[in-house]
């Protein structure tokens, strides 16, 4: 079975198709970099994270571009209101740069800390100013743009009359229009409540500002996905992710200035959106207030949770469902989480007793392993018909489950692995392992406090030597040194302390 994703601009599932296979350009929006990242803003890193694990896992060489966000995203879609880094900058009073650079270290040292690798590239807003100007013009020599006081507006039913804006989000002009909010009051600028920003005049009071041909200002929030993508990634590209709440406005603008460009493409072929978190069945939002943030949920007690949970079971609870199924978050799932994730961990410290050599028979006849193996093998490649199937994690996951049930039978039944092949058995925990660790990102987290570890250590330390159990105190003096501690006996009390040797 063949890799098959559901495309949002098609509204279908297909095989998958490189543009320049085995080169595959994957592009998702980041975060806007003026506060704390939430969990919402976790899942489509998450999401994307074990798409290019399992792509590479296929034999694909993939580029995976995130952009950081630090300019030209203001506070509502209408581009009205402040620039919300500089709003955050300014309540700080800090300089917007070093309020980027602080939650952008954040949010790297977050999804570090989820299992997600690093982008290939993780361009910024702000270091692609020519591009983005450069984009500007092209649509503008196609009669797509217009000038206005120094900001610069995309035509939208200019652009309609030979593309259909709103083709990605199933959307007409006329229902837009009929159902927008947004009026020209205030926005005396543009010709149509449609239109959306390409570059904004700056402000005498606006902090981040760029020399243009239009004037002093800086780039439409659209546009810099657009410069960017098409920078590193080239014209059209494979895979454009992102949150459904970035499907409209954000996705539809990409796409109309990628069309009405010198590229004139969709920008990608295939457009990916992940679903929201929800709290108490409300979407998770910064600009509702109903968030918990990475920092206190990986901590907690939080926003309704009794507890706090750690960033692998976090990472579990997200992959449990379909990426474009909605996630409701509370104690009793992430509890769940938390229970299959350990369940999963204890699955990998089993596999070395697996692949030992099955135990020969009493009499030495070789055993019959074709029933076994044939069970095996379905159990293994039921591993990858969810990935396959538009990457769904949650049938995947199951199917782990299931090869895990088999397993700890395998290891508790001597005769029962006798009747698995040593190949079956090496093919099924590979397989195992490559799923939980290489493609879905789970590993092994610390759960043992090793201070109260040491403590413990001690204490049985001190009940020897008063017991003169002088062996035992030999064994845990040679024990802890291994590991780089000394013991010191002091007047005061057992001590210890690291190592100089």
């Given at each position: ?25 994957v592009?998702?929006?980041?975060p ?22 399992y ?18 995203h ?47 590239i993780?361009?910024q ?7 983005q ?24 039913p ?14 007409s ?15 005396d ?13 700056a ?29 590193y990634?080239g ?31 969709d ?47 976090v ?40 692949e ?42 199951a199917?782990?489950f ?18 698995v ?17 290489d493609?879905?990102?789970?590993r ?20 020897a ?5 002088y ?12 590991q ?11 001590e ?6």
């Open positions: 079975m063949a890799l098959s994703l559901y495309n949002t601009l098609t509204r279908a599932k297909a095989p998958f198709v490189p543009v320049q296979p085995p080169v595959v350009g592009y998702l929006c980041g806007t970099v003026y506060s704390e990242a939430h969990l919402g803003n976790a899942r489509g890193p998450v999401v994307f994270d074990v798409l290019t694990r792509l590479r896992y296929l034999g694909h060489t993939v580029r995976y571009v995130r952009n950081i966000t630090d300019v030209g203001l506070e509502s879609d209408a581009d009205t209101g402040e620039d919300k880094l500089e709003k955050a900058a300014r309540a700080q009073r800090l300089e917007p740069m070093q309020v980027a650079q602080h939650y952008a270290n954040r949010y790297r040292a977050h999804m570090a800390q989820l299992g997600c690798l690093p982008p290939d993780e361009p807003a702000s270091g692609h100013i020519t591009e100007i450069g984009m500007i013009e092209e649509i503008m020599a196609n009669g797509l743009a217009y000038e206005v006081n120094g900001s610069v507006y995309f035509d939208v200019k652009y309609d009359e030979h593309h259909r804006y709103g083709k990605l989000s199933n959307r002009i006329e229902d837009q229009l009929a159902g927008t909010r947004d009026t020209l009051a205030g926005q600028e543009k010709r149509s409540p449609l239109d959306f920003a390409l570059w904004k005049n402000s005498p009071e606006h902090i981040m500002r760029w020399p243009s041909p239009w004037g002093n200002g800086f780039p439409g929030w659209h546009l810099e996905c657009s410069a960017m993508s098409r920078k990634l014209a059209e590209f494979d895979i454009h992710g992102g949150g459904l709440d970035l499907m409209f406005p954000h996705h539809e603008c990409e796409i109309a200035q990628s069309q009405g460009s010198h590229s004139h493409t920008e990608a072929r295939v457009w990916m959106h992940n679903n929201m978190i929800t709290v108490g069945g409300a979407k998770m939002s910064k600009s509702t207030g109903n968030f918990i943030t990475l920092t206190n949920l990986f901590v907690g007690p939080t926003g309704g949770l009794s507890q706090g949970y750690s960033p692998m079971v990472r579990f609870f997200l992959l449990q469902a379909h990426y474009r199924s909605p996630v409701d978050v509370s104690d009793d799932a992430l509890q769940a989480a938390r229970k299959g994730y350990r369940k999963l961990m204890n699955g990998l410290r089993l596999l070395a007793k697996l030992a050599p099955a135990a020969p028979a009493a009499d030495g006849a070789p055993a019959d392993t074709a029933a076994g193996d044939a069970e095996l093998a379905k159990l293994t490649a039921d591993l990858w018909v969810g990935l396959d199937d538009d990457l769904n994690t949650a049938r995947s996951i199917a782990l299931n090869l895990l049930r088999k397993f700890n039978a395998l290891a508790t039944t001597p005769a029962a692995r006798a009747a092949s040593d190949e079956a058995m090496a093919a099924a925990t590979a397989a195992y392992r490559a799923l939980v660790a493609v879905l990102g789970l092994d987290e610390p759960r043992a406090n090793a201070e109260e570890l040491l403590a413990l250590t001690l204490g049985f330390y001190s009940e030597k008063a017991d003169k159990a062996d035992k105190v030999d064994v845990i003096r040679a024990a802890l040194k291994d780089g501690i000394v013991i010191k006996d002091t007047k005061a009390g057992v210890w302390a690291y190592s100089e040797e």
